[in-house]
């Protein structure tokens, strides 16, 4: 079994949605994970947010303005009248079950029901145009096998349990439709495995009944070796271990969400990621395999804290880092990047919420100086401990750039620096000019 997983511009629209299935064609069994139209889902954090601040006129606006693209794409979809029939209705209940919310006291629990609701569309509508189309599946609803538990973490072990119950119902299907991002919580309740989740549910589902492989198709031919909105001159990476692409993805490259590469290493599962533009594309493909030392990407990471904690003596003071971490453990703020010298620890952190609260406590034992718009710059790669080379190159290329910390060591597969914000674009191409394209200067 493989598991294919499309993105939420891979079904935004119906022709969109006519290459998704001729993509999926084949006899081979599969589970097809959707995310929600493009655009669906912050439409829905759109109307939630009207919905908390009490603004009941502007969230049915919303509503209605998002039901009615949804009738254009019933219309452009479906052809039959009994398949345009059934596409109505569904929106219509799908919408009507959004609209109630407005009349009652709106909490997150109605926020996570709302946003779910871009998954449930996606795929049904999906499901009634291969019917129409005689193109036979099996529609299997994430929220009966997809779950989290106390700690808001996926359960494999129940994931794995239910998704098999839930196949071994149809065993000559070839052809199952699911939900990415949605899932219920340990109460039962629905939720969502965070903003991007789609990759996350379709690394999860391939982990949860060992699938041969997962695919991650995109609008982009791979995972590149630069950021392709700023940096001329990148290119796919053709393999990465499981272990750098798990860097890139947490330091910056878009294309994949970060905790997706987890449970398919778990399991060793390679995952592809596929362009729907250009099929035939080789992509990128991640796996086990290790190409060995050498550089392969670099990516950034936008939106971040420095947080510089000084005390008379650090180092030798025992337990100077313990009562650290244990603020950032309280506030469950986790740490990206660390540098510690005698006198003071740096370190970076990308959620702000308890930014404060954090500093306050830090105050209480340290001076305590933050540094805001600071960006991740992330050099991913095999860096064996045997060879040679690899930081001068990296300094070389950064030469002109000013650096605020380095991390080297933490593991075989990432050295990264922090600068300012606003000398992001020029260290991207500089490392890309540097490490990559020196041939071609
Ligand atoms: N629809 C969700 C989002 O926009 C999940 C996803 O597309 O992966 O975040
Ligand atoms: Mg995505």
């Known amino acids: 079994m493989k598991v294919v997983k499309f993105g939420g511009t891979s079904v935004g629209s119906a022709e969109r949605m006519f290459s998704v299935a001729k993509l999926i064609k084949s006899s081979e069994p599969?589970?097809?994970?959707?995310?929600?139209?493009?655009?669906?889902?912050?439409?829905?954090?759109?109307i939630s947010s009207a919905l908390y601040k009490g603004d009941k006129d502007g969230a049915n606006k919303l509503i209605d303005a998002l039901h009615n693209k949804y009738k254009v794409l019933v219309k452009e979809l479906l052809k039959t009248a009994d398949g345009i029939k059934k596409g109505n209705e569904l929106i219509d209940e799908h919408f009507e079950y959004i609209r109630n919310f407005t009349k009652d006291l709106f909490t997150i629990h109605?926020?996570?029901?709302?946003?779910?609701?871009?998954?449930?569309?996606?795929?049904?509508?999906?499901h009634y145009y291969l019917e129409e189309n005689g193109e036979k599946s099996v529609l299997l609803p994430a929220l009966n096998f997809m779950r989290t538990d106390?700690?808001?973490?996926?359960?494999?072990?129940y994931i794995s349990d239910n998704l098999k119950r839930e196949l071994k119902n149809y065993p000559n299907d070839k052809l199952f439709i699911t939900q990415g991002y949605i899932c219920r919580n340990a109460f039962g309740e629905i939720d969502n495995l965070k903003r991007g989740g789609s990759d996350y549910t379709a690394s999860l589902v391939g982990a949860a009944i060992e699938a041969?492989?997962?695919?991650?198709?995109?609008?982009?031919?791979?995972?590149?070796?630069?950021d392709p909105?700023?940096?001329?001159?990148?290119?796919?990476?053709?393999?990465?271990?499981?272990?750098?692409?798990?860097?890139?993805?947490?330091?910056?490259?878009?294309i994949l969400h970060p905790s997706s590469v987890l449970p398919a290493r778990l399991k060793n599962i390679p995952v592809r990621l596929l362009n729907t533009m250009q099929p035939e594309a080789k992509g990128t493909l991640i796996s086990q395999k290790s190409s060995g030392g050498n550089i392969k990407a670099v990516a950034a990471k936008d939106g971040i804290y420095?947080?510089?904690?000084?005390s008379g003596r650090m180092l030798m003071a025992y337990g100077f880092l313990r009562s650290v971490f244990e603020i950032f453990e309280r506030y469950k703020?986790?740490?990206?990047?660390?540098?510690?010298?005698?006198?003071?620890?740096?370190?970076?952190?990308?959620?702000?919420?308890?930014?404060?609260?954090?500093?306050?406590?830090l105050k209480s034992f340290a001076t305590v100086e933050v540094d805001k718009d600071q960006s991740i710059v992330c050099v991913v790669g095999d860096f064996l401990g045997e060879h040679k080379g690899y930081a001068v190159k990296i300094f070389e290329a950064l030469r002109n750039i000013p650096i605020r910390m380095i991390s080297y060591g933490g593991s075989p597969n990432n050295v990264s620096v922090l600068v300012e914000t606003k000398y992001k674009n020029e260290a991207l191409t500089a490392l890309n000019d540097g490490l990559f394209n020196s041939g071609n200067k």
């Not at 599969?30 to 759109?46: F, H, K, P, W």
């Not at 420095?306 to 000084?310: G, L, T, W």
């Open 30 to 46: 599969r589970i097809v994970v959707l995310s929600a139209v493009s655009g669906t889902t912050n439409s829905l954090v759109e």
């Open 110 to 126: 109605e926020e996570k029901a709302i946003l779910a609701q871009g998954e449930l569309i996606s795929t049904a509508l999906f």
């Open 150 to 157: 106390e700690e808001g973490e996926p359960d494999l072990n």
């Open 212 to 226: 041969e492989e997962i695919q991650i198709w995109t609008d982009i031919d791979g995972m590149h070796n630069n």
């Open 229 to 254: 909105r700023i940096v001329k001159k990148t290119f796919p990476i053709e393999e990465l271990s499981f272990d750098e692409a798990a860097e890139l993805a947490y330091f910056g490259a878009k």
């Open 306 to 310: 420095a947080i510089k904690i000084r």
């Open 333 to 361: 703020t986790p740490i990206d990047m660390i540098t510690t010298s005698e006198v003071a620890v740096s370190l970076t952190i990308d959620e702000p919420k308890n930014l404060e609260a954090i500093v306050a406590e």
